[in-house]
């Protein structure tokens, strides 16, 4: 959750003391200097100071509307506001590159046509996230949001992009240089304490910036224009804690830190260790501060010993989160003396930040000086992260997955090109290795297939001239070479609807007007020849709803080509990530996950021995025109054998969905598909690549990434963004735990299919909820007493494993109504929800 920087309406209910420093102060005078007051045209306004104009001249955009309001407001600057329907841009040209200062400001005041509090948007500049999906609420008071970002384009565009049916809105814009020393690139890192370098290569957002022990400063004190809040709100055990002061002019600075670094104010002011009237005072003072625990932050820690009387008589320890942060540290010997301002940078990584940021100063207890402890100011920023966003896991450029590294590609890329060669060799040396009276042959199925060795109806020759019909021998048709040219005409590369290994996917046409997929097989790869081996032998024993269909097959001369049903909407991938297609609700998300779901169930369940297919990913789950989901693919698919829960075999798949057990023992079972389809679940609520060699390191491998932020209860970060403030909370939470189970380092721990489809048909059944609420909601806002829909709990005591079915014949194929949200669990309908 993103902090809100108190603004200057701030001293309307605190004192503000205002105090002329005697030190000069550096002289700084900023290149590019934007304020920019975002309402009507009207005369400059002088506001702390500083001369605020109409920005007229940088605004782009197709329509805009300018409100104001009477409101008793702190400054002038929140009395109007510019108003944009559509996406708009600010186009500041900039003379100075390097750090510049970008202050937004809001009030969300009232207006007849525009409710500001319901206004959503993102905001952007150039390649940087600030907002995202940013919605002021119930906030009715003036928020400035604070940002330091490194311009090296000369052009800075300031682009506000409302979500749809919103709007989004600005009051003021600041855009200002800030000094070249402001950021140094070094710091320290928290845990281990180390050098932390590449500071300058981060933009940042101004989360707090507390003036410890001091009053409010406002930009009228200080050079930057900055705004520094007392501390009070944050400090923990306020009777361990005292405040003292110096004379602004008291404080002395060096060549190397300057009024810019922090004003006088800052320094004369200081949170010491108040007197516990105990013998051995041996406690911390401490500051709470909530922040977003996904980024990470960097802490400016400000100092100035204005407490002791002598040099070398102050020793004192800073910690962050409870970790060691600074030790021993003695002011006197990193300074040229007393009342001389030091300031330290640390970065906190988000993977220590569990509960907020926690700092404290505690004595060093050794004996050694004064026991006591200081500390002056404080500034905590975020970082930005990997895609280039402060708000948000989602970059500027089609939702943050546009960033590239090119070590990792490179990496990437040389591991698969040293696999391709590796696999070539083994095909050549097996080409080798072949019968040499192959190529004399005229059919593949007569070595390919032992299966049907002997059985003469299999491979009959009659059929192969005349049109048959559908039959029951359990391949389905015999299609003809001609019949098969004609429907695809001729192979035609403009029907090629699919690419694998195995060779092409051409959309065909028989019988007046049927679509069918045609599939034809490379003879020159055996590694094909195997996986139509395969799959012929497992779809000749499989009929389910959520199994694709093999209709028949074509077996003559030296083609191998098989003809299955046409699954009009293609993968489910396509309709996730990379074709532009209109998104997927979470509904129907749900229910294709349930489909592809049940027919893995059946799969594991629905022969003697089990089934495991082995190429589980989202790729090989086909969506009909009715989006039924249908699991496809069998060319790597195995037979449990009886009496064994796993199957020895070299490791075969798609990388990021392979078991990592099954990749280290190489003993296939059902639970690696398990966890495939925990993988292809995570898909489904990120809407991304399960491996993405182009994204930063951490980001990878969607499975270790997502579940991360699932660790962290921070799921909703990295969801598509398509289904921010339609899905469920509960609906994604019940689907998560389904998908963090599924990905469980040991097989034995994850659930069965059975279990998982349950998880997932609650799941569906609490959106349902969800959704029939709010649309109750909506067509009758007064009425408060809303009647829930009921949500069917089902019983995985009852879930069907069809043990019973023979492994020769074909499976009877259940009857399920897919749209009906549970109809494996029909049995359980009556029952209340809990």
Same mark, same amino acid.
């Given at each position: 959750?993103?902090?809100?920087?108190?603004?200057?309406?701030?001293?309307?209910?605190?004192?503000?003391?205002?105090?002329?420093?005697?030190?000069?102060?550096?002289?700084?005078?900023?290149?590019?200097?934007?304020?920019?007051?975002?309402?009507?045209?009207?005369?400059?306004?002088?506001?702390?100071?500083?001369?605020?104009?109409?920005?007229?001249?940088?605004?782009?955009?197709?329509?805009?509307?300018?409100?104001?309001?009477?409101?008793?407001?702190?400054?002038?600057?929140?009395?109007?506001?510019?108003?944009?329907?559509?996406?708009?841009?600010?186009?500041?040209?900039?003379?100075?590159?390097?750090?510049?200062?970008?202050?937004?400001?809001?009030?969300?005041?009232?207006?007849?046509?525009?409710?500001?509090?319901?206004?959503?948007?993102?905001?952007?500049?150039?390649?940087?996230?600030?907002?995202?999906?940013?919605?002021?609420?119930?906030?009715?008071?003036?928020?400035?949001?604070?940002?330091?970002?490194?311009?090296?384009?000369?052009?800075?565009?300031?682009?506000?992009?409302?979500?749809?049916?919103?709007?989004?809105?600005?009051?003021?814009?600041?855009?200002?240089?800030?000094?070249?020393?402001?950021?140094?690139?070094?710091?320290?890192?928290?845990?281990?304490?180390?050098?932390?370098?590449?500071?300058?290569?981060?933009?940042?957002?101004?989360?707090?910036?507390?003036?410890?022990?001091?009053?409010?400063?406002?930009?009228?004190?200080?050079?930057?224009?900055?705004?520094?809040?007392?501390?009070?709100?944050?400090?923990?055990?306020?009777?361990?804690?005292?405040?003292?002061?110096?004379?602004?002019?008291?404080?002395?600075?060096?060549?190397?830190?300057?009024?810019?670094?922090?004003?006088?104010?800052?320094?004369?002011?200081?949170?010491?260790?108040?007197?516990?009237?105990?013998?051995?005072?041996?406690?911390?003072?401490?500051?709470?501060?909530?922040?977003?625990?996904?980024?990470?932050?960097?802490?400016?820690?400000?100092?100035?010993?204005?407490?002791?009387?002598?040099?070398?008589?102050?020793?004192?320890?800073?910690?962050?989160?409870?970790?060691?942060?600074?030790?021993?540290?003695?002011?006197?010997?990193?300074?040229?003396?007393?009342?001389?301002?030091?300031?330290?940078?640390?970065?906190?990584?988000?993977?220590?930040?569990?509960?907020?940021?926690?700092?404290?100063?505690?004595?060093?207890?050794?004996?050694?000086?004064?026991?006591?402890?200081?500390?002056?100011?404080?500034?905590?920023?975020?970082?930005?992260?990997?895609?280039?966003?402060?708000?948000?896991?989602?970059?500027?450029?089609?939702?943050?997955?546009?960033?590239?590294?090119?070590?990792?590609?490179?990496?990437?890329?040389?591991?698969?090109?040293?696999?391709?060669?590796?696999?070539?060799?083994?095909?050549?040396?097996?080409?080798?290795?072949?019968?040499?009276?192959?190529?004399?042959?005229?059919?593949?199925?007569?070595?390919?297939?032992?299966?049907?060795?002997?059985?003469?109806?299999?491979?009959?020759?009659?059929?192969?001239?005349?049109?048959?019909?559908?039959?029951?021998?359990?391949?389905?048709?015999?299609?003809?070479?001609?019949?098969?040219?004609?429907?695809?005409?001729?192979?035609?590369?403009?029907?090629?609807?699919?690419?694998?290994?195995?060779?092409?996917?051409?959309?065909?046409?028989?019988?007046?007007?049927?679509?069918?997929?045609?599939?034809?097989?490379?003879?020159?790869?055996?590694?094909?020849?195997?996986?139509?081996?395969?799959?012929?032998?497992?779809?000749?024993?499989?009929?389910?709803?959520?199994?694709?269909?093999?209709?028949?097959?074509?077996?003559?001369?030296?083609?191998?080509?098989?003809?299955?049903?046409?699954?009009?909407?293609?993968?489910?991938?396509?309709?996730?990530?990379?074709?532009?297609?209109?998104?997927?609700?979470?509904?129907?998300?749900?229910?294709?996950?349930?489909?592809?779901?049940?027919?893995?169930?059946?799969?594991?369940?629905?022969?003697?021995?089990?089934?495991?297919?082995?190429?589980?990913?989202?790729?090989?789950?086909?969506?009909?025109?009715?989006?039924?989901?249908?699991?496809?693919?069998?060319?790597?698919?195995?037979?449990?054998?009886?009496?064994?829960?796993?199957?020895?075999?070299?490791?075969?798949?798609?990388?990021?969905?392979?078991?990592?057990?099954?990749?280290?023992?190489?003993?296939?079972?059902?639970?690696?598909?398990?966890?495939?389809?925990?993988?292809?679940?995570?898909?489904?609520?990120?809407?991304?690549?399960?491996?993405?060699?182009?994204?930063?390191?951490?980001?990878?491998?969607?499975?270790?990434?997502?579940?991360?932020?699932?660790?962290? $209860?921070?799921?909703?970060? /990295?969801?598509? @963004?398509?289904? *921010?403030?339609? =899905? &469920?909370?509960? !609906?994604?939470?019940?689907?998560?735990?389904?998908?963090?189970?599924?990905?469980?380092?040991?097989?034995?721990?994850?659930?069965?299919?059975?279990?998982?489809?349950?998880?997932?048909?609650?799941?569906?059944?609490?959106?349902?909820?969800?959704?029939?609420?709010?649309?109750?909601?909506?067509?009758?806002?007064?009425?408060?007493?809303?009647?829930?829909?009921?949500?069917?709990?089902?019983?995985?005591?009852?879930?069907?494993? $069809?043990?019973?079915?023979? /492994?020769?014949? @074909?499976?009877? *194929?259940?009857? =399920? &109504?897919?749209? !009906?949200?549970?109809?494996?669990?029909?049995?359980?309908?009556?029952?209340?929800?809990?």
């Amino acid at each position: 959750m993103a902090i809100l920087l108190v603004l200057f309406y701030i001293f309307v209910c605190c004192p503000v003391v205002i105090i002329a420093s005697s030190t000069p102060a550096d002289t700084f005078r900023a290149e590019d200097n934007f304020l920019i007051n975002c309402g009507p045209d009207s005369k400059p306004e002088l506001i702390e100071g500083r001369t605020f104009k109409t920005g007229s001249e940088y605004l782009k955009t197709k329509s805009d509307s300018q409100i104001t309001c009477s409101d008793n407001v702190p400054s002038p600057i929140y009395k109007s506001a510019k108003v944009f329907p559509e996406e708009a841009t600010y186009s500041f040209t900039l003379k100075q590159p390097g750090y510049h200062w970008l202050r937004l400001h809001f009030y969300a005041m009232k207006d007849d046509k525009y409710d500001l509090h319901q206004s959503t948007f993102s905001v952007s500049a150039n390649e940087i996230v600030l907002l995202h999906n940013f919605k002021i609420n119930n906030n009715s008071v003036p928020t400035l949001k604070e940002y330091l970002i490194n311009m090296k384009d000369p052009t800075l565009n300031l682009k506000f992009s409302p979500m749809k049916d919103s709007f989004a809105f600005i009051n003021a814009i600041e855009v200002v240089s800030v000094p070249n020393n402001l950021v140094n690139d070094e710091g320290s890192a928290l845990f281990p304490v180390n050098k932390f370098s590449g500071l300058t290569e981060q933009n940042y957002q101004v989360v707090y910036r507390l003036n410890m022990g001091g009053p409010l400063i406002t930009p009228r004190n200080d050079t930057l224009g900055r705004i520094w809040i007392p501390d009070d709100n944050y400090l923990e055990e306020k009777n361990f804690a005292k405040a003292t002061s110096i004379a602004p002019d008291g404080v002395h600075y060096s060549k190397s830190i300057t009024p810019l670094i922090a004003p006088p104010m800052v320094y004369a002011t200081v949170i010491e260790m108040a007197d516990a009237n105990i013998k051995l005072p041996n406690f911390n003072v401490s500051w709470k501060l909530d922040v977003d625990k996904s980024f990470d932050y960097l802490l400016r820690m400000h100092f100035c010993d204005i407490v002791s009387k002598t040099a070398n008589s102050l020793y004192f320890n800073v910690y962050i989160n409870e970790k060691m942060a600074i030790s021993a540290l003695d002011l006197s010997a990193v300074t040229d003396g007393l009342a001389y301002p030091y300031y330290r940078d640390t970065v906190v990584n988000a993977s220590l930040i569990n509960d907020g940021l926690l700092i404290q100063i505690g004595p060093l207890n050794q004996g050694t000086g004064a026991v006591n402890a200081i500390l002056n100011g404080l500034e905590v920023m975020k970082m930005s992260n990997s895609v280039g966003s402060l708000d948000g896991e989602f970059g500027a450029e089609e939702g943050g997955l546009g960033m590239s590294q090119k070590g990792t590609v490179a990496a990437i890329g040389f591991v698969m090109m040293f696999g391709a060669f590796v696999g070539l060799g083994a095909m050549v040396y097996k080409w080798k290795k072949r019968p040499k009276d192959w190529q004399k042959r005229n059919s593949f199925s007569s070595w390919l297939l032992p299966l049907h060795a002997g059985d003469n109806s299999f491979l009959s020759k009659n059929s192969a001239s005349q049109k048959s019909n559908f039959n029951t021998s359990g391949l389905g048709r015999y299609f003809s070479l001609a019949e098969l040219q004609e429907a695809t005409k001729n192979f035609d590369s403009s029907e090629i609807i699919g690419v694998g290994g195995f060779g092409n996917v051409y959309l065909g046409t028989i019988d007046d007007g049927i679509k069918v997929a045609v599939k034809r097989g490379n003879p020159q790869s055996e590694q094909g020849i195997t996986e139509f081996q395969t799959e012929i032998q497992m779809l000749s024993k499989l009929r389910h709803r959520h199994l694709v269909s093999m209709i028949g097959y074509c077996d003559e001369n030296s083609e191998m080509i098989l003809v299955y049903e046409y699954m009009s909407n293609g993968p489910f991938r396509d309709h996730l990530y990379g074709k532009n297609l209109p998104p997927l609700s979470w509904k129907q998300r749900l229910e294709i996950c349930i489909g592809a779901a049940r027919g893995l169930h059946y799969l594991h369940t629905g022969t003697a021995q089990g089934i495991i297919h082995r190429d589980v990913k989202t790729t090989n789950i086909l969506l009909d025109d009715a989006f039924v989901a249908k699991v496809a693919d069998f060319g790597l698919s195995k037979d449990t054998p009886m009496g064994q829960n796993h199957v020895s075999t070299a490791v075969k798949g798609s990388f990021g969905y392979l078991d990592p057990e099954y990749f280290k023992r190489q003993q296939l079972t059902e639970k690696s598909d398990v966890y495939s389809f925990g993988v292809v679940l995570l898909e489904s609520l990120c809407a991304r690549p399960a491996i993405n060699p182009q994204l930063p390191r951490e980001q990878v491998n969607l499975a270790e990434w997502a579940m991360q932020w699932k660790r962290k $209860d921070l799921l909703e970060k /990295v969801i598509d @963004p398509q289904l *921010v403030g339609s =899905i &469920n909370p509960e !609906s994604m939470k019940k689907f998560a735990e389904a998908a963090e189970k599924c990905l469980l380092e040991y097989g034995v721990d994850r659930p069965s299919m059975g279990d998982v489809l349950w998880n997932l048909e609650y799941a569906l059944q609490l959106q349902e909820a969800f959704t029939a609420r709010k649309s109750e909601d909506e067509t009758n806002p007064l009425n408060t007493a809303t009647t829930q829909t009921p949500i069917v709990v089902p019983s995985t005591t009852s879930l069907p494993t $069809d043990n019973s079915r023979s /492994v020769e014949g @074909p499976a009877d *194929v259940p009857t =399920i &109504n897919d749209h !009906s949200g549970t109809a494996v669990f029909a049995q359980f309908q009556s029952l209340d929800g809990r």
